[in-house]
């Protein structure tokens, strides 16, 4: 990886988490009503799309940094806003930012942990890049 | 055809606070945080890659470990791998467990499954040896590329470019051969639920050094575990006259 985008990643590893977390909460993410009669699921395939994001992110808010029972209120927080949202169109856009949120956790995650090992094991080189006008041996 | 055998190893995660027991034995690992070790997460990811590419047909995640470790061998299933062989190792010859003994287990496992490549991480978040790779290379006589920023295959050769001191160094190597990955060597999948759900399905094989031929009993042991020293605050000083005074006082100008 040039070094100009580790630059980069460093700068955009800061805003995440508090970026993060407003699209968590602002977002609207869809949850369709749990089918009172049972059948009906097979008759809206979204619910149970709806429900497969919400245990993937689930699943993902474990490793949250600010603790998964935090993640996991706001993320009940934010389906429990939409729960009433009917049209299929506004359904699937919802979710899909759902799917981007799903993403930005696995960026979040992974430069968390490149950055911890970069630190731990690299420091010397880093010195070394920023002693831009060190003449080289 | 072409099989790539891929090491990971359950370690204590990343970002858990190290505490050392009271006995000073070693460190605490009851109730803690346990995960993949972060390059061998950068290995199997490699393998996977080179299995999409089609370079190799098959990947297999080994561990060596108490049951626990298959939870690290599903997450490696999770990420891609085809199957798993778990290497049974319990109480204290776990405990007494270092690179010679894995790297023996790896040598004899490369034998039985005739693998092409072994990728390991290059070291243990842990222990930091970074020695099981080169280990491995050196008993089974194959070639090494380790601390690999980028590997690329080429026949019946491998084209390693290596993380040095210096910079990047380029060799290239025969196969069979044992890779070590570094950190920049790619970006590793995240394991999400729906892949685990579906690795669940694929087989983890179970078997115990001896089955290998393999003797577990370590030549290295542990003395005494300690904390690093905590580092001593900082002193301030208001002009330069007291911090050339200072400097006078402790020895150093």
């Known amino acids: 990886m040039p070094i100009s985008e580790l630059l980069l990643f460093y700068i955009i590893s800061c805003c995440m988490l508090n970026h993060l977390l407003y699209v968590l909460l602002f977002s609207s993410i869809p949850v369709v009503k749990a089918a009172t009669v049972s059948g009906s699921d097979m008759a809206n395939p979204l619910r149970s799309e709806v429900r497969q994001l919400y245990k993937n992110l689930l699943f993902l808010g474990r490793e949250y940094p600010k603790g998964a029972d935090y993640f996991r209120e706001r993320l009940k927080g934010a389906f429990m806003k939409n729960k009433d949202v009917t049209d299929p169109k506004e359904i699937k856009k919802l979710v899909d930012r759902g799917e981007f949120v799903i993403k930005e956790l696995e960026a979040l995650y992974y430069l968390r942990k490149y950055r911890a090992m970069k630190k731990r094991y690299y420091e010397e080189e880093l010195s070394a890049v920023l002693n831009i006008g060190r003449p080289v041996d | 055809m072409s099989r790539v055998l891929v090491g990971v190893k359950r370690v204590i995660d990343y970002a858990v606070k190290i505490r050392v027991k009271p006995d000073h034995s070693g460190v605490v690992t009851d109730g803690v945080k346990h995960s993949m070790n972060p390059f061998c997460e950068i290995a199997v990811e490699e393998a996977v890659k080179l299995k999409e590419k089609k370079f190799i047909k098959e990947v297999v995640a080994v561990s060596c470990g108490p049951t626990q470790v298959t939870e690290t061998i599903r997450t490696a299933l999770a990420m891609g791998c085809d199957r798993g062989i778990h290497v049974e190792v319990s109480g204290k010859d776990y405990e007494a467990m270092g690179p010679l003994q ?48 980028e590997v690329t295959i080429d026949g019946e050769k491998v084209k390693v470019v290596r993380e040095i001191d210096g910079g990047l160094e380029t060799i290239k190597i025969s196969m069979p051969a044992v890779l070590t990955a570094d950190l920049r060597l790619n970006t590793p999948r995240y394991a999400t639920l729906p892949n685990i759900m579906k690795a669940k399905k694929k087989k983890i094989a179970n078997m115990k050094p001896a089955d290998l ?34 400097l006078k006082a402790n020895g150093t100008i």
Do not use: H
């Not at chain 2, 990728?119 to 601390?147: E, R, S, V, Y």
């Not at chain 2, 690093?228 to 208001?238: S, W, Y």
């Open chain 2, 213 to 246: 031929g393999v003797d577990m009993v370590s030549r290295v042991e542990v003395l005494r575990v300690d904390e690093p020293p905590t580092r001593l605050a900082g002193v301030k000083v208001e002009t330069v006259d007291d911090l050339v005074a200072k």
């Open chain 2, 102 to 149: 894995i790297a023996k287990i790896f040598a004899a496992l490369a034998k039985k499954e005739e693998a092409s490549l072994v990728i390991l991480g290059k070291q243990a978040i842990d222990d930091d040896c970074n020695q099981t790779g080169q280990m491995t290379a050196a008993l089974l006589d194959w070639p090494q590329g380790t601390f690999a920023s």
